[in-house]
Structures are given as structure tokens and as C-alpha cells.
């Protein structure tokens, strides 16, 4: 009887030390395989360093932002194949963030002197710089550079300039609006954050580790030309 239960706790060790040691083996396999998630897909060269670069919803086309002759010196190319398709300027504006709208190839940048929005639909076959240059379709100067954003919900274009957070519709007449102005003693924004209604909004600002949560609703009177209020608290 003895032996008979020391034999049964005597397997029940055995097969949780297995049990124990196959684990372990899995682990330590898992943490010390080589990743299989990044496969290479080609390589090229450009000219000039680079300063942002954006790809268009579809996966298909990448814009590379290059610093040129205190400018920047943008190149469309094929994602597959590294193919230039097409070159365009922003004179006198290094850039330094590119986003792509999700619906459209509408492209923002925001550069150190304007933001700027680009239609790439049919920017590909044109040939002169003059008519390359009519697909830039709204531009605006900025005294400061900040985050950047298009909405996953609305068609609209939003930016961080100084304390505020200002917004336009990616269509004309392109009418600018202020989201957000600061409050007393606030500092200048750094980054902002909707939640997927865009009925909250987040705020953080530069220098300073508090968080903003701010309830979005609508302004009872256009009176001071903002089209929407958030609460300081």
C-alpha cells in the first residue's frame, strides 16, 4: 500500500518536473529566436539628407522630404521598386513631419516657415514645375512647427502652432479655426490626442508633465470665430 502511493507521488514529480523543464525550454527558444516579423524589401539612395518621409494609405507610394538649398526637395517614389515618379519643392521651408490623409493622397507638411497641402492624385504625370506647383492647394505661415494630424473622423487637417491647436477642412475654402487657445499661464503646446468620437481631447505642453483632458461641445455663439470650446478643468 505503501509503496503503491510512493510510486504514484514519485510519477506525479516526475511528470512536473517535465512538465517544468519543457516550459522552460519553449521560453528560453522563443526569447533567444531571431525575429521573423521584418522581411528586407529593397534599398535606395538619395541625394540629400533626409527629413520626414510619409507613405499614402494604399501602401503603394512613399514621399521622401529632403533638405535642399534651405528648402526641401520632395520625391514620390514606388514602394515596391524605390521608382522616382515625380519631384516637387516647398522653396525656403525645410520640413520636418509628413502625414498622409487616410481617405485621399492628400498630403500635409509641416516645415519650419508654413504648412502645406498637397493633392498627389495626378501630381505624377505632370512635367513643368509651374503645373506641379498648382497641386499645392492651401499653404499657411507658422511662427512655430508643432504636431501634426489629420482626423480619422472628420475631413479636417489639425496642427499645433505656439499655445494654440488650430484645424482646417482638407476642402475649400480651407477656413481656418482654433481648437484650442490655452489658458492663463499655459505654455506652448507639444502634443494633442482625440479620443475615436472626438468628443475628448488631450493635451500635454512642453516643459510641463500634466496631462489636459478636455470635453469637447460645441460653441453656442460664433461670436469669437471658434467653432468649438473645451473646458480649462
Known sequence: MHETRFSSLFIQMILRSMFIFLVLLFSAGS??????????????????????????????????????????????????????????HSPDNPSEELEFDFRQRLLALSGQKRIELWNLEEIETKNSASEISRYRIWQQETKTSGEMKFSLKSAKLRWIEGKELKEIPIKPPFIESKVWTGTEGSEELDNFEFDPDEKILALTEKGNTQIRICLLYTSPSPRDGLLSRMPSS
Open 31 to 88: 526569447i533567444h529566436a531571431a525575429p521573423k516579423f521584418l522581411k528586407p524589401l529593397l534599398d535606395f539612395e538619395v541625394k540629400e539628407s533626409v527629413s520626414a518621409i510619409a507613405f499614402t494609405a494604399d501602401e503603394a507610394l512613399v514621399v521622401v522630404a529632403l533638405a535642399k538649398d534651405d528648402g526641401s526637395l520632395l520625391e514620390l517614389r514606388e514602394v515596391t521598386s524605390g521608382k522616382l515618379i515625380q519631384r516637387f
